[in-house]
């Protein structure tokens, strides 16, 4: 599969989330042969949202369960929104070879971390970084979450305040 599609298949998950009330961050994990898991965000809403059921994280416990011991380096995790610290680091131990996302996490994107300032076990897992696929839709998606008033999670945060800003086609790391 490629990039796009599985960048497709992310968004489609993200959109079941954002039907559902949930942050729409949409993750699958592929090898060649196609798609292994897939993901979205959960926990994100009520009145104490858990930091740990992010899309990303789903997907890695999943994965251990379809495949215990994939080729890692030939997995390619796909998601909408880019991965946080603890996410990254996991897609790291985990051994994932390429992470794609469609859109920037101003506040909390970790892909840009210098891996060789945490010791040696992270920079030698390092993982092929493509950004900004489909980030269009995932920024419609993620300005539909942050306008929607009923949605209370990370509202008045610097990643609202990024999102709401933007004009649609507008990409402001150009």
């Keep these: 599969m490629t990039d796009d599609e599985l960048m497709q298949a992310a968004l489609a998950e993200a959109r079941g989330a ?13 090898d060649r ?7 979205a965000r959960r926990g994100s809403t009520g009145p104490s949202p858990s930091e740990l059921a992010h899309a990303e ?4 416990k999943r994965l251990e369960l379809v495949a215990p011991q994939p080729e890692a380096q030939d997995l390619t995790l796909a998601v909408t929104l880019e ?5 990254y680091g996991a897609i790291l ?17 970790a ?7 945490l010791g040696p076990l992270y920079p030698a897992r390092r993982a092929r970084i493509v950004a900004g696929l489909r980030r269009g839709e995932a920024l ?6 942050f306008a929607d008033p009923a949605t209370g999670y990370w509202q008045e945060s610097l990643l609202a305040r990024y999102t709401l ?3 649609p086609g507008q990409d402001p790391r150009s």
Excluded at 33 to 39: E, H, K
Excluded at 83 to 87: E, G, N, Q, V, W
Excluded at 140 to 145: D, E, I, R, V
């Design 111 to 117: 892909t840009g971390c210098p891996l060789e300032r």
């Design 57 to 60: 994280m789903i997907a890695l």
């Design 33 to 39: 042969s196609g798609i292994l898991v897939r993901a």
């Design 83 to 87: 991965p946080c610290l603890m996410c």
């Design 93 to 109: 131990l985990a051994g994932i070879g390429k992470i794609v996302y469609a859109y920037e996490d101003a506040m909390g994107g």
């Design 140 to 145: 419609a998606l993620f300005q539909a979450f």
């Design 18 to 30: 954002l039907a559902r009330g949930e942050f729409p961050v949409g993750c699958v994990i592929a």
């Design 165 to 167: 800003a933007q004009q």
